[in-house]
């Protein structure tokens, strides 16, 4: 399984281990989407950044909407069936994300493709981004949930 990250809050008055864990997930500012794998390591800088991010496991046609409308390639080219064809061993953006979710893939690998997703603030807004998800807030893990937030957000 894979989780979508995405970065909520701002850089002002940031812990700098907080910051430098974020700056090596890739997540640099606000509404900024990135796929990781789940692992040990990615749990322990999810945790220690849970009350800037949130996460949770993203579904495969989730992530191939997220591939195919927001990913982007060095010199902002939008990604394709074709490139995944000639840059990879996948025949499409949705055996990608397939492969991504079964851990046998990084989006990372692909040749010359941003590791990040530049996604627009989500419809209705965020649900308060100073409190967890679990206390009704938009912060932390959220399983599931984080489809219908990326959803808001494309």
Known sequence: ???AVIRIRGKVNVNRKIEDTMNMLNLTRVNHCVI?????IMKGMLDKAKDYITWGEISEQNLARLIKFKGRLMGDKPIDDNYII????FTSIMSLSKGISNNEFSYKDLKNVKPVFRLSPPRKGYEGIKRSYQNSGALGYRGEN???LLERML
Not at 36 to 40: A, Q, S
Not at 86 to 89: D, F, G, I, K, Y
């Open 1 to 3: 399984m894979a989780y």
């Open 36 to 40: 990781l794998p789940e692992n040990n």
């Open 86 to 89: 000639e840059n990879s061993e």
């Open 146 to 148: 984080v489809n219908d």
